[in-house]
């Protein structure tokens, strides 16, 4: 929900080139991102692969989470509108959730069993996306953008 490129761009041209294409996505909860946990005071310790990231990541993304909390109710986690939000692809095969305990696992597991998300939920998700959930871009916007750097292509 929160980091949409390149995924968005790899299942459309799966689309687009009439490709019967799954995808098994990984990395499903954006570093921890979408569990709902994280606060202004979280901190990273050096080693682990989110201290790389932008303090930004953390403070915007905390935003983001804010204004995805509709999603959660007495029934479903933020973690598990996560896993239907992907789910909710036709060309999503499965999803591979880092899974760090036995709450963890539970809670993922049972996901399928949680009321699903509506065509309301899925439509306000992709609005908030495309709107930068009402934030000022960050720069670089994406990790990568899948595309050739200008020096590359004159040499």
């Known amino acids: 929900m929160l980091e949409q490129h390149p995924g968005r761009a790899l299942h459309n041209a799966a689309t687009e080139a009439g490709k ?25 310790p050096p080693t682990d692969h989110r201290s790389h990231r932008p303090r930004s990541w953390l403070l915007n993304g905390i935003k983001k989470i804010d204004q995805l909390r509709f999603l959660e109710n007495s029934e479903r986690t933020l973690g ?17 959730p880092n899974i760090y305990n036995q709450e963890h696992l539970l809670e993922f597991a049972m996901a399928p069993e949680c009321p699903p998300l509506t065509s309301d939920d899925l439509a ?32």
């Open 20 to 44: 019967d294409t799954m995808f098994l996505i990984r990395v499903t909860h954006s570093s921890g991102m979408l569990e709902g946990k994280y606060t202004s005071e979280t901190t990273f």
């Open 124 to 155: 306000k998700i992709d609005n908030l996306y495309i709107d930068n959930f009402g934030l000022e871009p960050e720069e670089p916007k994406f990790k990568g953008t899948m595309e050739m750097p200008a020096e590359a292509t004159a040499a």
């Open 80 to 96: 598990q509108a996560a896993l239907q939000w992907l789910l909710a692809d036709e060309r999503v095969a499965s999803t591979l």
